[in-house]
């Protein structure tokens, strides 16, 4: 409130309701833009000598708590804007370290959000914030947050082998062989599945925009992946060398993409069944008029596939990795059991090794106690029979000796008891490990039963992975 009067103090017209409603419409102007510097949408009423400011919330569903971590996050945002060019790896790719990712999804999270709900918001803010394109595109990968310009391609002059942005075969080879000696193929596994998850999602995603946008999201998670391996002054080659790899592996990575929108075809996904219901022959009429042509789902064998015979495949496949999930299972419980039996054979071994040592200890013992009484005999027949001091060692030995027997005897029947035991263990070993066996050779039995329906269900990959590449 002070810093309200004091505006109108400057402005001259604290002192006259006439000059302030004069001046009210700018007033009001002034504070709104003020606020809208941050991303801020309020209400609000003026007066002469007092006002009051209404905030809209990111998300009027959410706390107080959620939207003040939000404001704080927009100016996070805010300030990676303004140093815009230090986030700026390659011109066309902001790229927002780690520790500035986490604080921004962090916030969100403390408040008991899924990380879901925090890129979701995330990413409203900085498409707003960044003022983006519907091409440009946003990505959580890396540990980073990258922001990915969309770029026009590039004009090059006639003869120009255009594949590898300009780029020559030879260097791209190189290039590829210094950076990735043992293939890049594990690396883009490695991030692919969470690529598909944000921004390619089949729960979610239709067909048209699936067209649109996968050769552009693919290009990019590249260029991420080349971020943090290549030097800087190999970064001029990027564009080349990502196209080089994509074409190296746009294969394998769209056989990855069908098989994970089969994930969603056999959990019955209805956007899935919906994707997948798109492909047939025939010819649809566009929003503009323009006709396109649609395609089949079709094998290597020519043969065609549509949703009812797609999701008949899954069903089967699904039954088939239940029966060998659950085989395995069994695998694993019986390799528990034989584990456990070889720890109770190491621990009877063991067992046995101390009693069998005491039970030697015990003998060196009993001989020496029986040296020590036939000495002492032959003592008390030399010395008058009056000798209680001898007399009396003699009985301690005779004691001793019995004392000792008893040991003896305590210690060989645990040994014997022992030895039992590790004869019942063994045996029960060599039965745990033909019934380990036995579990082994049902699931190589059960994968020879389900060998068809896998190798339907590959065929059906392939084939749904050749109708995504049609554009």
Do not use: C
Not at 291 to 301: S, W
Not at 417 to 425: D, E, G, S, V
Request: proline share 3%; hydrophobic share 35%; no cysteine.
């Amino acid at each position: 409130m002070e810093h309200y009067l004091d505006l109108l103090n400057k402005l001259s017209v604290s002192a006259s309701e006439e000059r302030f409603n004069d001046k009210k419409g700018a007033i009001n102007k002034a504070l709104i833009t003020y606020f809208a510097h941050t991303h801020q949408k309020i209400d609000l009423h003026t007066a002469v000598d007092t006002f009051t400011i209404k905030k809209h919330f990111l998300d009027p569903s959410r706390s107080e708590i959620f939207d003040r971590i939000a404001h704080r996050n927009t100016s996070i945002l805010l300030d990676v804007l303004d140093r815009k060019e230090e986030f700026l790896p390659l011109p066309f790719l902001v790229s927002i370290p780690p520790p500035i990712r986490a604080q921004i999804i962090e916030g969100y999270s403390s408040t008991g959000e899924s990380m879901e709900i925090a890129r979701h918001f995330t990413r409203q803010q900085i498409d707003t914030i960044f003022t983006l394109d519907e091409r440009d595109i946003i990505f959580f990968l890396q540990g980073k947050i990258s922001i990915r310009y969309y770029t026009p391609p590039k004009k090059f002059p006639a003869g120009t082998d255009k594949r590898f942005a300009g780029e020559s075969v030879e260097n791209m080879e190189a290039m590829y062989r210094h950076y990735f000696p043992g293939g890049a193929w594990e690396s883009i596994e490695a991030i692919l599945g969470e690529v598909l998850e944000d921004r390619l999602n089949f729960s979610v995603i239709d067909n048209n925009t699936f067209t649109k946008s996968f050769i552009p999201v693919f290009r990019s998670m590249i260029e991420i992946l080349l971020l943090d391996r290549v030097s800087e002054e190999d970064r001029s080659k990027i564009e080349g060398q990502t196209g080089f790899i994509l074409r190296q592996y746009f294969h394998p990575i769209l056989l990855y993409t069908a098989k994970n929108l089969l994930d969603f075809v056999e959990n019955r996904d209805k956007n899935a069944e919906a994707f997948v219901k798109y492909f047939t022959d025939d010819i649809i009429i566009d929003g503009a008029g323009n006709k396109i042509q649609k395609f089949a789902i079709t094998d290597r064998r020519q043969q065609k596939w549509n949703y009812s015979s797609v999701v008949s495949v899954m069903m089967q496949y699904k039954q088939s990795k239940i029966r060998i999930a659950a085989q395995k299972e069994s695998i694993v419980s019986a390799q528990e059991r034989v584990n456990e039996s070889q720890n109770d054979i190491a621990t009877e071994k063991k067992h046995k090794l101390e009693i069998a040592e005491k039970l030697d200890e015990v003998e060196t013992m009993v001989s020496a106690n029986d040296t020590k009484i036939l000495e002492l005999k032959g003592q008390i027949s030399n010395t008058p029979e009056d000798d209680i001091a001898l007399k009396s060692e003699l009985k301690n030995g005779h004691d001793l000796y019995n004392e000792l027997f008893k040991m003896k005897k305590n210690y060989s029947t645990q040994l014997e008891l022992t030895r039992n035991r590790l004869t019942n263990k063994m045996s029960e070993l060599a039965q745990r490990h033909k019934k380990l066996e036995y579990e082994k050779k049902s699931l190589q039995s059960i994968i020879e039963q389900t060998a068809s329906v896998k190798e339907m269900y590959e065929l059906v990959a392939e084939a749904v992975s050749l109708v995504l590449a049609k554009r």
